[in-house]
């Protein structure tokens, strides 16, 4: 019996788009009466309104948030962040982003667990980036111009006039249609139909293609700004687009989306060229952290052990490597791969290596703090908590999600109930600011299970589900709270806690309910 393929995760995300959009079309009424390609961004918001484009990426994202490919890594994904945020700030300083969408539009990039090079944009803000891509760059700005570019299609609404450049393909495409139907009629001529029908498909195909290529072009021009004014080498726009022109060639598989739906014309690459003036120069020289990063997320992009034994031959170092730091990317590659594959004596003797070759090439600050975050990623494989927590010491003054959550990772493996508390209390203040972070949620629920507060698991669950959008599962958790509050011993003002936060989201419920059933809610669906 062949087993199902498994549905790659951008094909998975176009259908959540298309099922959300399809529940919520009435939002998007106004759009098709346009059919004009308009000339700026902005001038879509009487067709498509930046709450409307808002509420449908909200949407689409607590789907995608549960999506088994939805990866949150929190080294890779603080990496990440901190290349984008530069961008959002100067889109912000350039007036790419408008007050109106400033506050409104979530300006948030994910990770995605895909081998496929790939980046894109969905509607109110969400950017998402593919690990095959990150492990592709050979530097930050490179990355950075990728995701300057997905930042430009948010900026420009090219989403919402896309919405109202398919109503001009969709009227021109039902024209021809009716055209079609009209002349087999009058001539009784089948294939004279269906000529005209083939014909008006094309020409609607090739206006959206047109439509598209015109957004890919402003996309590169106003992200290219965007990059330099955050601070980025002008020259990582063409060295990217250098490398994807490569790829295009050498593994045309269909495995790469991002190319196919960003087609790299030598009009393409000779305005990024350009772009640079007088100097010409694409090389860029990319940092140790950054080559880390990569490797970091070439083993996390595919967790089959057949990939992970190959990535673990590179303790041998690259031989393709031509540079210094690619043979610290080869070790650091092999002892993560080593540590999935639970070969823990082999990734102790390589990551050894790591260091002695860190010392030696005068790694930066970056790349020495993924090698200490390996070696206590290492004993926390092990079990060995108490080595994890002392291989930590060189950072013990560092106050970073990653830090918080691989201690909270290491304090449930530990025995002792103090260094729980501690782990559990630093978690605590840290979701009182961030109280959307679905990890540390998840992170809190096992401590506060494993010291004896079951009512306080119970409770950092919901929070966990509603973090992700859950709001189902958030109120199913929260309702089994409140059932276990009613027990005598049990705590009155966690429970008072617990029950104010249900209230709020079953109000929420109701309101996304309304949003999306207008005339009102159908039988079986109430809260």
């Not at 269909?254 to 690459?269: K, M, N």
Request: aromatic letters at 6%.
């Amino acid at each position: 019996m062949n087993r199902p393929q498994p549905i790659p995760f951008r094909k998975r995300c176009v259908a959540a788009l298309v099922s959300v959009a399809l529940l919520g079309q009435g939002a998007f009424v106004g759009a098709y009466a346009q059919v004009n390609l308009p000339a700026l961004g902005d001038s879509v918001s009487a067709d498509v309104s930046i709450g409307a484009e808002k509420k449908l990426g909200d949407q689409v994202m607590r789907q995608i948030r549960i999506d088994p490919d939805y990866l949150d890594d929190p080294l890779l994904l603080e990496y990440a962040q901190n290349t984008w945020q530069p961008l959002v700030d100067a889109a912000r300083r350039l007036g790419n982003i408008s007050d109106d969408t400033s506050d409104r539009f979530a300006w948030e990039l994910f990770l995605v667990r895909d081998k496929s090079v790939n980046a894109f944009a969905l509607p109110g803000g969400y950017v998402g980036l593919h690990l095959g891509l990150i492990a592709m760059t050979g530097a930050r700005d490179e990355m950075a111009s990728v995701l300057g570019h997905e930042l430009s299609h948010v900026t420009q609404r090219h989403i919402a006039r896309s919405i109202v450049g398919d109503a001009r393909t969709s009227l021109l495409a039902t024209a021809g249609l009716l055209l079609g139907i009209l002349a087999a009629a009058k001539s009784r001529s089948v294939d004279g139909a269906q000529a005209a029908i083939v014909t008006s498909q094309a020409a609607a195909a090739q206006a959206q293609l047109n439509f598209s290529r015109d957004m890919e072009r402003e996309a590169d021009r106003v992200g290219f700004q965007v990059m330099t004014q955050a601070g980025y080498q002008p020259a990582g726009m063409a060295s990217m687009f250098q490398r994807m022109e490569q790829a295009y060639h050498l593994m045309d598989s269909g495995a790469y989306p991002y190319l196919r739906s960003h087609p790299l014309t030598s009009e393409r690459i000779g305005e990024a060229r350009a772009r640079l003036g007088t100097s010409g120069d694409t090389k860029l020289v990319g940092t140790s952290e950054h080559a880390l990063m990569a490797a970091r997320a070439r083993v996390l992009m595919d967790q089959r052990t057949d990939p992970w034994r190959v990535l673990q031959g590179l303790d041998a170092g690259s031989r393709q490597g031509e540079k210094n730091i690619d043979q610290l990317a080869a070790r650091y590659t092999s002892a993560l791969a080593s540590i999935k594959l639970r070969d823990f004596a082999r990734a102790e003797a390589t990551l050894k290596t790591a260091d002695a070759l860190a010392g030696l090439l005068g790694a930066d600050a970056g790349a020495k703090r993924l090698l200490v975050y390996a070696h206590a990623e290492l004993e926390l494989a092990r079990g060995n908590s108490a080595a994890g927590f002392a291989a930590l010491e060189p950072l013990k003054n560092e106050r970073s999600r990653p830090m918080l959550m691989l201690r909270a990772d290491l304090a449930q493996a530990d025995p002792r109930p103090e260094v729980k508390r501690e782990a559990a209390e630093s978690l605590q203040t840290y979701l009182s600011l961030h109280g959307h972070d679905a990890l540390g949620w998840q992170e809190i629920s096992t401590l506060w299970q494993q010291l004896g507060q079951p009512l306080r698991s119970v409770r950092a669950q919901g929070e966990s589900r509603a973090a992700l959008g859950d709001i189902n599962g958030a109120i199913d958790r929260l309702r089994s709270a409140l059932r276990q509050s009613r027990a005598r011993d049990s705590d009155q003002i966690e429970a008072s806690v617990i029950d104010a936060r249900l209230r709020a989201l079953v109000y929420e419920q109701r309101q996304m309910l309304a949003e999306m059933y207008p005339r009102g809610v159908p039988p079986g669906a109430e809260p």
